[in-house]
């Protein structure tokens, strides 16, 4: 599998941005898929996840109840909407596939894709 995310920008306190990850493959519905991010001199850290049928969520604290992960596995696409953004969102945003796991740790996915930059300004 192949991925590539998209949708990253420079946005406002407040504002949103929806993010995408394009996967390559026939096999893309049977995968889990997760979001994470690095900020500036941090680790890489998890934001959210989905299961293969979209049927289960998970999502750091930090970032329940502002983001929601979303699947469409007919266009073989992972979606990340951000809302109510915050300048410590900033950060490298990173989509992951896993084809046996799910949840929150980075040693569960399989592959990654480039990572698309957010940047959010007070």
């Known amino acids: 599998v192949q991925l590539q995310a998209s949708g990253g920008g420079l946005v406002q306190a407040g504002g949103s941005l929806r993010l995408s990850c394009a996967a390559s493959?026939?096999?893309?519905?049977?995968?889990?898929m997760g979001w994470f991010r690095q900020a500036p001199g941090k680790e890489r850290e998890f934001v959210a996840a989905i299961t293969w049928s979209g049927g289960s969520t998970y999502y750091a604290d930090s970032v329940k109840g502002r983001f929601t992960i979303s699947r469409d596995n007919a266009k073989t696409t992972v979606y990340l909407q951000m809302n109510s953004l915050k300048p410590e969102d900033t950060a490298v945003y990173y989509c992951?596939?896993?084809?046996?796991?799910?949840?929150?740790?980075?040693?569960?996915?399989?592959?990654w894709g480039q990572g698309t930059l957010v940047t959010v300004s007070s």
């Open positions: 493959g026939r096999t893309f519905s049977s995968y889990n």
């Open positions: 992951a596939a896993s084809q046996y796991r799910f949840g929150r740790y980075e040693g569960s996915y399989d592959y």
